[in-house]
């Protein structure tokens, strides 16, 4: 998490800190292994996007 959008991402992830995540890995995206993480059956990526942070990733 190196740019501005990764720090966001980190401030927002330190409101769950001390929950445990389940993760389940059951597909791949190009050369990567993908994911669903989920806090208490609540997704992260959802929880983060209530929270205001924006998507990203290389190139956007």
Same mark, same amino acid.
């Given at each position: 998490?190196?740019?501005? =959008? ?7 992830? #330190? !409101?769950?800190? *001390? ?12 050369? =990567? ?7 208490? #059956? !609540?997704?992260? *990526? ?15």
């Amino acid at each position: 998490m190196q740019s501005l =959008r990764g720090d966001e991402c980190a401030k927002s992830l #330190g !409101r769950w800190s *001390g929950k445990r995540a389940m993760c389940i890995a059951d597909h791949r995206t190009h050369d =990567r292994v993908a994911a669903i993480c989920r806090i208490e #059956g !609540r997704s992260i *990526g959802d929880m983060m996007r209530s929270a205001g942070v924006r998507e990203g990733g290389n190139g956007r």
